[in-house]
């Protein structure tokens, strides 16, 4: 086992930096997730920490161990940590229990020693029947269990997945991702998950970091994701949040401070130190807003569409005040509104994003 301490990591190709000053702590048996969009730097930094790759500036350590520094490149076959790619790429001449031994074969380790740790991998994820198989027998799933055993089997003290499921279709990525989330429970790995899929993300790990352009925007649970982003971009990325402009009206007091959106007077959800200044926004969810009962107060607007959601609606709201907006509201089944009506709209909570983050 190891945890992972990245300092400061830059890798620059040419005059592009691919990763800026990215520090994170990864815990002695914790499963992070790497989340941010295509082209965000998740491979790079995957590649970084597996050692494929030499950083430009800073340091990364595992455990106690310095791998990579500006000066030192630890190569990877000497860092002890298993990749498993989107694409598994397994030898299709080889059954599944000689894909599995390969690593160890190479390495040299003897027949009994090799047979009895490929028997376990292959019953660790679940295909101890398989081991005779060709792989073209496989399911995609088996497949990818195949390559996770693969990098099972020489007991690295890290795994790093780099969009593991990409290729399998939802079904199936959901039995995965089971399997994913049994699989650390059993062996207490370390675990680094990369995806651009935030459901993927919340449904594995203790904890999501946030990459944005080859930062890092923000590390921390899921749900301090969702009700707390630290930047615009999260708001947005991680559960389609609404980023709206407001005047903040007075200082934070206990957690939250009055603010005025779209003219309508609300108290919002914000950090310890909170006060007026121009250009503040605030993350809002679908849930955080209802139509007004009285009529009366709220923001004034128009119902443009309404989009049967299963269950309940989501209307498309746009203020008097902004009429280019669109504010998401959920409205419960059956329905109370229809397209065009005129209607008053309250807000019910909402997110102030912290000044030095949103710029
Ligand atoms: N070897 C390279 N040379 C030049 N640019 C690269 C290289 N590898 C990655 N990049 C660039 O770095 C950025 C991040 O790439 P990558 O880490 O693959 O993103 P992600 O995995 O998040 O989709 C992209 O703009 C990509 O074009
Ligand atoms: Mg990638």
Redesign the pocket.
């Known amino acids: 086992m190891a945890g992972l301490k990245i300092d400061r990591i830059t890798?620059q190709?040419?005059d592009?930096k691919?990763?800026k000053e990215v520090s994170l702590d990864v815990a002695d048996g914790e499963f992070l997730a790497v989340l941010?969009?295509?082209?965000?730097?998740?491979?790079?930094?995957?590649?970084l920490i597996a050692g494929f790759?030499k950083v430009t500036d800073g340091a990364i350590w595992l455990g106690n161990r310095l791998v990579s520094d500006s000066r030192r490149h630890v190569p990877a076959e000497s860092r002890g940590i298993g990749v498993v790619f989107q694409s598994y790429a397994l030898w299709p001449h080889m059954s599944v229990e000689e894909n599995v031994a390969y690593g160890l074969e190479v390495a040299g380790i003897d027949r009994d020693h090799r047979d009895r740790r490929v028997a376990e991998a292959l019953e660790l994820v679940g295909l101890s029947t398989y081991g005779n198989r060709p792989p073209s027998s496989l399911s995609g799933g088996q497949r990818q269990r195949v390559a996770l055993a693969r990098c099972l089997v020489t007991e690295p003290g890290l795994i790093l997945l780099?969009?593991p499921l990409a290729n399998l279709d939802v079904h199936l990525r959901a039995s995965m991702e089971e399997e994913f989330r049994r699989f650390h429970e059993r062996t207490g790995t370390t675990m680094v998950y990369?995806t651009?899929d935030q459901a993927e993300a919340m449904a594995l790990a203790d904890r999501i970091a946030v990459?944005d352009h080859?930062m890092l925007a923000q590390v921390a649970t899921a749900s301090t994701l969702y009700r707390e982003p630290a930047t615009e971009m999260v708001a947005g990325f991680v559960g389609q949040g609404m980023v709206l402009p407001i005047d903040i009206l007075d200082t934070c007091r206990a957690g939250s401070c009055p603010v005025r959106i779209f003219g309508f007077e609300a108290r919002m959800r914000c950090q310890p130190g909170t006060g007026a200044r121009a250009g503040a926004k605030a993350c809002l969810r679908a849930e955080e807003l209802a139509f007004s009962n009285d009529g009366i107060s709220g923001i004034s607007g128009t119902v443009r569409r309404l989009i049967y959601q299963g269950g309940y609606f989501r209307a498309d709201f746009h203020p008097d005040l902004s009429p280019e907006t669109s504010l998401e509201i959920t409205v419960p089944e059956p329905a109370t509104v229809d397209a065009g009506a005129r209607m008053r709209v309250v807000v019910r909570g909402g997110w102030i994003i912290p000044a030095d983050a949103a710029n």
Not at 36 to 47: D, E, F
Request: charged residues 25%; glycine residues 16%; hydrophobic residues 35%.
């Open positions: 890798r190709f040419a592009f691919a990763l941010g969009p295509s082209g965000c730097g998740k491979t790079t930094l995957l590649r790759d780099d969009e990369i651009h990459l080859g």
